[in-house]
């Protein structure tokens, strides 16, 4: 007689109210690190620190942009060893409660959706037929992966999220059942939750039967508590302890006493918790979200969300207040803090200019040509810059119109920069005098996809067409900068930037030198909005108008002797480089996330 294999249990349960871990009264103390904004040698470091901090729990959103930047082409190696950092989690002593979507927000370029698939897709995050065969084929990807990671086998992974905060985005409930049945169809035995906001309508309809609905706020327990099921455990997915930053907005901070007082009270109540940020880490590269409220709100490289365990690995108030608070729920002593890191001394290094900006762009290959200015979704331009090139006539007093610019534009006649435009302000400009024949480049920068709320998954590039006066341009080819570093000093087609050097917009290299890889901050006094690689690395973006005024550096990125460091800024480079020892993050303001 043979005896079908009984189902694997879930090792976090509820019921009465409580949560129970392996039938034992739990309370979830977490917090938020997300392994694709933490450089992969530093995992372990930050994982340890997490636990030191008096977590029992780490959780982290799963990027699907991040694996499979091309369609069909999935990648779990290296920075993207996802399994790796799941299992670096539970040798720190943590367990991890796994939110992988598809969709995150998280400030994260897209919402963490392929840009691919959201530039064609009618509708995102519902019973869309293209964005649910998409999703399907990602989980045959990911969830074999890290379903053997579940407690019930023995790994880390105790609790896995249902979507993302989808009530306050869509009502779709058959998309969430569906996505609910993708992950237990895939082997998903653990706890499922859900997260929303405070209010009654993003609860219902942002729930699914058979998963656990949480919270996600800044304060207001009570609040919570008013539309809090009874029978449920009180537990806050998302508690903010700080927050994120945009460009030209000051920088947010919250103080220890404000993030104490809100896990107080949830402690107070019997709740778990998740604080996010527990790290925040770096937007690196392109991969900063952005918001938008009336006008677009890009997100700044740094992540480091005033987090307990600051963007490079420092403690602050929040840390040592924190792990005051939470010795008392361990039946141990909590690990020691590992050490402190180090870094590099002050150190200064000259910008020396290589190539205008039109010759960086003119070095790279050009599309086919088209009747129409092409979007970055239609040239699979992942994100970044791309140079649209057109031969103009005009009569004087004519004017150039971009119609759905997405995001900013530098525009050239004839090689001499004669405007910038934004989608937010201006998007058009007198021509001057008037012309038989001109040579117009417009190199557009996307700042960041937005992440959250009804525009996310907007197309970016020129949406609309040119115009001069009513009348459109046609012909156009395209250059898309990858994020490989440019190396170039040549030019083609006599389309020089004449006076590069004057301005200084382009591209430029400097040398550092150092005696050992340490932790490091650039800066760039001068510059005005710019890319910065380092060795090869695209650090990501810096733009004067601020907040943030240095770039995190990482150690691992560093090597004993020269370094070099490239800058590409399409308005206008500065004269150095500077090394420094901790990071400006502009003026402060008080702030708590609602």
Not at 93 to 115: H, K, M, Q, T
Not at 299 to 313: H, N, Q, R
Not at 383 to 411: K, M, N, P, T, W
Not at 509 to 515: P, Q, R
Request: charged fraction near 20%; include cysteine.
């Amino acid at each position: 007689m043979s005896h079908a294999a009984s189902a694997p249990s879930p090792c976090l349960t509820w019921g009465g109210g409580e949560l129970y871990k392996n039938g034992r009264p739990h309370r979830m103390l977490s917090g938020s690190m997300q392994y694709f904004r933490v450089h992969p040698d530093q995992w372990a470091d930050r994982l340890q620190r997490l636990a030191a901090l008096g977590m029992n729990t780490v959780d982290t959103y799963v990027a699907w942009n991040f694996h499979e930047r091309a369609e069909g082409e999935v990648d779990f190696s290296g920075w993207r060893d996802l399994e790796r950092y799941i299992e670096l989690a539970g040798e720190a002593g943590l367990d991890v409660f796994l939110r992988p979507g598809p969709y995150i927000c998280a400030e994260w370029s897209n919402g963490g959706l392929p840009y691919w698939l959201t530039g064609r897709a009618r509708t995102i995050r519902t019973m869309d037929p293209d964005f649910i065969a998409a999703m399907d084929r990602w989980f045959d990807d990911l969830l074999p992966r890290v379903a053997p990671l579940q407690a019930a086998h023995g790994g880390p992974i105790v609790a896995v999220q249902v979507e993302n905060e989808y009530g306050s985005f869509g009502s779709d409930g058959e998309y969430l059942t569906y996505v609910r049945e993708a992950l237990t169809s895939r082997g998903i035995v653990e706890l499922l939750t859900t997260a929303d906001g405070t209010t009654a309508d993003m609860h219902a309809n942002g729930s699914v039967g058979g998963a656990l609905p949480t919270f996600t706020f800044g304060s207001g327990v009570e609040r919570a508590r008013k539309i809090h099921r009874p029978e449920t455990p009180f537990v806050c997915s998302e508690m903010w302890g700080g927050w994120f930053d945009h460009w030209t907005e000051p920088h947010h901070v919250r103080s220890a006493a404000s993030m104490m007082e809100t896990i107080n009270d949830i402690l107070e109540i019997g709740g778990s918790f998740s604080l996010y940020m527990a790290h925040g880490g770096t937007n690196f590269g392109f991969w900063n979200g952005a918001n938008h409220d009336e006008v677009l709100q890009p997100t700044i490289t740094s992540y480091d969300y005033d987090a307990p365990i600051g963007e490079d690995g420092t403690i602050n108030d929040k840390y040592l207040a924190l792990r005051e608070a939470l010795a008392p729920f361990h039946d141990r002593a909590l690990p020691e803090l590992p050490p402190l890191p180090r870094f590099q001394p002050a150190n200064r290094a000259p910008l020396t200019f290589v190539s205008g900006v039109l010759e960086v762009f003119d070095s790279l290959p050009s599309t086919p040509p088209s009747p129409a200015p092409l979007t970055f979704e239609e040239l699979g331009a992942e994100d970044g810059f791309v140079a649209y090139h057109a031969e103009i006539s005009y009569d004087a007093g004519s004017q150039l119109h971009i119609d759905g610019l997405h995001d900013r534009a530098a525009v050239f006649l004839d090689g001499v920069r004669h405007a910038t435009l934004a989608r937010d302000g201006q998007t058009s400009v007198a021509l001057p005098g008037s012309a038989e024949q001109a040579h117009l480049t417009i190199i557009v920068e996307s700042l960041g996809r937005v992440n959250y709320g009804p525009l996310t998954g907007e197309r970016k590039g020129i949406l609309g067409g040119v115009r001069i006066g009513r009348r459109y341009v046609h012909g156009w080819h395209h250059q898309v900068l990858p994020q490989e570093p440019p190396t170039t000093t040549a030019s083609s087609a006599g389309r020089t930037h004449v006076d590069a050097k004057a301005t200084r917009a382009g591209l430029a290299v400097a040398t550092i030198e150092v005696a050992e890889p340490l932790d490091a901050w650039l800066a760039l006094p001068g510059c005005t909005k710019a890319l910065v690689w380092l060795n090869g690395f695209l650090l990501g973006r810096y733009w004067s108008v601020g907040p943030q005024e240095t770039l995190y550096a990482p150690a691992p990125l560093w090597r004993a002797g020269a370094n070099t460091v490239r800058v590409l800024d399409v308005d206008g480079l500065g004269e150095a480089v500077e090394v420094r020892e901790a990071p400006e993050f502009g003026p402060p303001e008080e702030f708590i996330g609602s």
